[in-house]
T-cell receptor, first 113, second 113 residues
Framework: QQQVKQSPQSLIVQKGGISIINCAYE??????FPWYQQFPGKGPALLIA?????SEKKEGRFTISFNKSAKQFSLHIMDSQPGDSATYFC????????????FGTGTLLAVQP | KAGVTQTPRYLIKTRGQQVTLSCSPI?????VSWYQQTPGQGLQFLFE???????NKGNFPGRFSGRQFSNSRSEMNVSTLELGDSALYLC????????????FGPGTRLTVL
């Protein structure tokens, strides 16, 4: 019940295209869903996050779509750029109860010029 | 404001040795969490501390331990190192326990030979 499943494992997108990464969770107690971006040699950096009381959140080229009934959420990167090439992790947490983030397995995104 | 700092950045040890890793949270942050990142297991939660108290512990053997000091700095210790302990060890800080926004440091890359 603590798992967060993430797909695809890797993704190749052309510059200007849309990158889509999907995650699914089981534990309905999760109430905060962040996405992290990690470049080689760096720690994960918070990209965007959503709570289950909204179905979509947009920040610049990054959008999270959230489907509470299906227990799924996804990250959309519009107008993907080579600089977006990184590993993306979805995560889930029971905010307020703990700082324990449950991470997905990661998606290695390569944006080709 | 300075980010989360971790020292050392790289470490090479041999099997059976012990190691201590250090984390300084963002100024004013009182909560620190530790994660292990490996290619095979991904990002896994080790433990979290708030006000010098361990609030939560992940599913790791007792060889992994940690502590937090009164200035919120934290250390983690791994005793009797095994080859499988080779990983990137990440520290994350947040203002308070249960705070949803956590900020990660660059990590300590531990190699066990």
């Amino acid at each position: 019940q603590q798992q967060v499943k993430q797909s695809p494992q890797s993704l190749i997108v052309q510059k200007g295209g849309i990158s889509i990464i999907n995650c699914a969770y089981e534990n309905t107690a999760f109430d905060y869903f962040p996405w992290y971006q990690q470049f080689p040699g760096k720690g994960p950096a918070l990209l965007i996050a959503i709570r289950p009381d909204v179905s979509e959140k947009k920040e610049g080229r990054f959008t999270i779509s959230f489907n509470k009934s299906a227990k799924q959420f996804s990250l959309h990167i519009m107008d993907s750029q080579p600089g977006d090439s990184a590993t993306y992790f979805c995560a889930a947490i029971r905010a307020g109860a703990t700082n324990k983030l449950i991470f997905g397995t990661g998606t290695l995104l390569a944006v080709q010029p | 404001k300075a980010g989360v700092t971790q020292t050392p950045r790289y470490l090479i040890k041999t099997r059976g040795q012990q190691v201590t890793l250090s984390c300084s949270p963002i100024s004013g942050h009182r909560s620190v969490s530790w994660y292990q990142q490996t290619p095979g297991q991904g990002l896994q939660f080790l433990f979290e501390y708030f006000s010098e108290t361990q609030r939560n512990k992940g599913n790791f053997p007792g060889r992994f331990s940690g502590r937090q000091f009164s200035n919120s700095r934290s250390e983690m210790n791994v005793s009797t190192l095994e080859l499988g302990d080779s990983a990137l060890y990440l520290c994350a800080s947040s203002l308070i326990a249960g705070e949803d926004t956590q900020y990660f440091g660059p990590g300590t890359r531990l190699t066990v030979l």
